[in-house]
């Protein structure tokens, strides 16, 4: 009997930790194709952010390079950010990154 309820119970608890692993869960961003790519979207300009700010600390950018780079990933992060806001009617311009 014993055997039977530890089964139960590590069944049970296999099913809840593997929900997210086969799509469960209300995360938007799976349901929602347009929202997933600006989420990719905007992780990757963050990913660039950080790489621009790491090249100017390690003197592969001059401090002129890397305002210029900046500003520009920064203006692209905020339109990724409207969108997102905008919710899904929103529109965006799609720009290669």
């Known amino acids: 009997m014993e055997l039977a309820i530890a089964l139960v119970v590590l069944l049970l608890a296999a099913w809840f ?9 209300n995360d938007s961003a799976v349901e929602d194709p347009r929202l997933a790519d600006l989420e990719a979207r905007k992780q990757a300009v963050y990913r660039q952010i950080r790489d621009a700010e790491l090249d100017r ?8 390079d890397w305002r210029r780079v900046d500003a520009e ?9 409207r969108a997102i806001d905008a919710g899904p009617g929103g529109d965006i311009t799609k720009r290669a990154l």
């Open 73 to 81: 990933l920064r203006r692209e992060a905020i339109e990724i950010l």
């Open 17 to 25: 930790v593997s929900v997210p692993l086969r799509g469960g869960g």
């Open 57 to 64: 600390t390690q003197g592969k950018l001059s401090e002129a």
